[in-house]
């Protein structure tokens, strides 16, 4: 069985704005990114630091068309280089964050959001 097949939520391919901080730090500011994809689990954001394995964030971030916002706390549980024809970042780091804390009714909007999109 391969790893899509264990996921419990649909993932989906979903570039959108992440604004996010880490919980616990505190000189810790808000810095906005990009995601990569999304499901009720979790989400994948580009990152130009690298995050070590249980660090906690604190995540916003809205799905198109919705009214309203995510907010969500979530564990980096990896974090993978990429390198990137930026001339000013020349690396960066795909980073996946499991939610640990997010309400039933977020988790419920992005499974909705995912399933209507595959």
């Not at 808000?30 to 660090?55: H, M, P, Q, R, Y």
């Amino acid at each position: 069985m391969t790893s899509e097949e264990k996921r419990k939520f649909s993932r989906l391919p979903l570039n959108v704005k992440v604004e996010y901080s880490v919980l616990g730090k505190l000189d810790s500011v808000i810095i906005t990114t990009e995601s990569k994809n999304v499901s009720a689990s979790g989400i994948c954001i580009f990152l130009i630091d690298k995050f070590d394995f249980g660090i906690l964030l604190k995540l916003k971030f809205l799905l198109p068309d919705a009214d309203r916002g995510i907010i969500a706390t979530g564990r980096v549980v990896w974090s993978e280089e990429v390198k990137t024809n930026n001339i000013e970042c020349g690396k960066h780091y795909e980073t996946g964050i499991e939610f640990v804390y997010i309400s039933e009714e977020e988790r419920k909007q992005i499974n909705e959001y995912a399933k209507r999109g595959i």
